[in-house]
């Protein structure tokens, strides 16, 4: 039997639960998105793929894709630690780009900043090589719906 | 860097598009240039899909699109022309949904030029110019002028032998 991802996502987030999360998101599984857990905290990797270069020059992932990256974590972060898990809508992102991401694996984590009835805010810092030098952080708001 | 003609803006985004390999996956393509403003195409495919349950398109997959679409806006610019610009920062509105089975289409503007940095504006839509789904803003840094000879290779008469 298959489970739509509304009813995966009412599973414990292990890291088999995201796993399966991310396969059921188109978008996600053609970036190639996956998940570990470490320490209690989940971390997003984006592989690094020759499909994914913004930038040949350099080459440099494109600067698009590391924000779909980090969006996509933002929202299963919140996911996770949601008490009733569901989809969230996203209503807005803003992105700073620090420097680009080069040809290699991309990592990101979140944080919810701040999680209301409604609305909740979430940031997320993504790097390649030292996490306290991050090549992009970014901001979201989702709406949580079906919360009126 | 002078002010390209119309049919060279055409020849520079066509060739850009090209050389950018995720921008050529997903054929992103141009689709009108109007003047100073710029629209490009990102066809439907299923993987583009964020949700499944409704077959809505990823709020990253427009994200993608509009910062393919404001970068590039550079070259319709007749008073910045062709140039490597890294972006500094966008920012994305989710107004709507992007419904399934549609292409998108995005447009960008640049519309402020200092000394160093390039202002620019767009939005995404689907069925109608008049009904965004997405709005978008952003500054990209002036960096250094394109070599030409990238983008227009066969026409160039300084390319070396």
Same mark, same amino acid.
């Given at each position: 039997m298959t489970l739509s991802l509304e009813e995966?996502?009412?599973?414990?987030?292990?890291?088999?639960?995201?796993?399966?999360?991310?396969?059921?998101?188109?978008?996600?599984?053609?970036?190639?998105?996956?998940?570990? &857990?470490?320490?209690?905290? /989940?971390? *997003?990797? !984006?592989?690094?793929?020759?499909?994914?270069?913004?930038? =040949?020059?350099?080459?440099?992932?494109h600067g698009g894709v590391v924000g779909a990256f980090?969006?996509?974590?933002?929202a299963f972060h919140l996911i996770a630690r949601m008490n009733r898990? &569901?989809?969230?809508?996203? /209503?807005? *992102?803003? !992105?700073?780009?620090?420097?680009?991401?080069?040809?290699? =694996?991309?990592?990101?984590?979140c944080v919810v900043t701040r999680q209301g009835r409604q609305i909740a805010n979430v940031s997320v810092s993504a790097w390649q090589v030292h996490s306290d030098e991050p090549n992009a952080i970014a901001r979201a708001h989702f709406l949580i719906p079906g919360t009126d | 860097m002078r002010r390209l003609s119309h049919s060279e803006k055409v020849r520079a985004i066509e060739a850009i598009s090209e050389q950018i390999p995720h921008a050529?996956?997903?054929?992103?393509?141009?689709?009108?240039?109007?003047?100073?403003?710029?629209?490009?195409?990102?066809?439907?495919?299923?993987?583009?899909?964020?949700?499944?349950?409704?077959g809505a398109i990823h709020g990253g997959a427009l994200t993608v699109l509009l910062d393919q679409t404001l970068g590039i806006a550079s070259v319709c610019c007749d008073q910045v022309g062709p140039m490597l610009t890294?972006?500094?920062?966008?920012?994305?509105?989710?107004?709507?949904?992007?419904?399934?089975?549609?292409?998108?289409?995005?447009?960008?503007?640049?519309?402020?030029?200092?000394r160093r940095i390039v202002f620019v504006e767009g939005f995404a839509y689907c069925e109608s110019r008049e009904r965004?789904?997405?709005?978008?803003?952003?500054?990209?840094?002036?960096?250094?002028?394109?070599?030409?000879?990238?983008?227009f290779p066969a026409h160039s008469p300084e390319t070396p032998v």
């Open positions: 995966l996502l009412q599973r414990n987030p292990d890291a088999e639960t995201l796993k399966l999360w991310l396969k059921k998101v188109p978008y996600a599984s053609f970036l190639g998105i996956e998940a570990e &857990v470490r320490g209690g905290d /989940i971390l *997003f990797i !984006l592989p690094d793929d020759e499909r994914l270069i913004g930038n =040949p020059g350099l080459p440099a992932i980090m969006e996509q974590a933002a898990p &569901v989809l969230p809508k996203i /209503i807005d *992102f803003s !992105l700073d780009y620090l420097r680009p991401a080069r040809l290699r =694996p991309t990592y990101a984590q | 050529r996956l997903l054929g992103i393509c141009l689709e009108r240039i109007d003047g100073e403003e710029l629209t490009m195409k990102m066809p439907y495919r299923d993987e583009l899909v964020g949700n499944p349950q409704t890294p972006t500094l920062d966008l920012r994305i509105d989710h107004l709507g949904v992007a419904p399934a089975g549609r292409d998108i289409f995005a447009v960008g503007r640049v519309y402020r030029v200092t965004s789904i997405a709005r978008a803003t952003g500054s990209w840094v002036l960096m250094s002028e394109v070599d030409s000879r990238t983008l």
